[in-house]
């Protein structure tokens, strides 16, 4: 693969999210006002994740530099991401963050995306083997458990998938939470999550992928493989696969192998179609590495996955707009 993450690569990255964890405006807040009380600000609702534009970036940019923090801790950003971290992962912050979850109001704030980001962070952090990192996970945790217990009564509720390919995307959701799961070992959750995962997309096959929509950041179509990659055993997977995308080898559907288009950087969610081209390679290099070594499409996807990721990567910094987040999809599709 052309593309892989760097020494150079990360300390790029970092310096991005350094860059906007702690930038508290603009903001888009997602809040519920049910009377004047409610009527606060991002840093005082939410010690923690209160910069990067909105509550869910910020939790994966925190993410970011948490993982980066682990894979190269020399990097010249290791000692103000430690500091950060130290300061931002502290027990009286949490329980801030853990109160606003009481409020009858939020029952439905950040789902499912926000949730699963926040089980990432907390499943990254236990990766760590220090003392420090140790200390991290300790301290988040009663907010990671919140979340956890959220998808548990949840996912029996949700009784279909969403496939959109933004913020509700229930395969994104689902495939984050499997990886927080198995670090965690919370087997509860991890079936669960397995359970749903094959209710919702076991039966289907010869996808069209009628996608990208103009705003979308997730390939419905990928990110529904990439989660039944995780959650099935490979060689049923591949026979999934094998009816999922029958045309994979001859590059069919096409507009899985094309990069979006990006019209407008400045704009919001048009330059969500960065993410989108970085996401897809991602979902295809989780797919690609469970495919046998002789499958008729591994050279293609391979090549489709470095042309995403060439799309999209001199755009991670520059407009505000993507550079609040699109430097933690980098990271997936290059560390995947």
Known sequence: MAYSLTPEIASRLAKVALGHVTREFPNKLDHVIAGPADVRGPRDLHPIFFGSFDWHSCVHGHWLLAKLHRLYPAMAEASATRAL?????RPEKVAVETAYLANSSSR??????????????QGELQRHTSEEGNSWARNLKPLADAFADRFLKFLPLSTYPVRAGVHSNTAFALLLTLDYARVAGDRKLEALCIEK????YSADADCPAWEPSQD?????ALTEAAVMRAALPAEEFRLWFARFLPRA????PATLFQPATVSDRTDGKIAHLDGLNLSRAWCWRLIVQVLDSYHPARERI???ADEHIASAMNHVAGDYMGEHWLASFALLALDP
């Open 85 to 89: 971290l130290n300061d931002q992962f």
């Open 108 to 121: 439905g704030f950040e789902r499912p995306y926000g949730w699963a980001w926040l089980l990432m962070l």
């Open 197 to 200: 995962v094959r209710a919702w």
């Open 216 to 220: 979308e950041f997730l390939s419905s």
């Open 249 to 252: 080898a001859c590059g069919e």
């Open 302 to 304: 391979v090549q489709t």
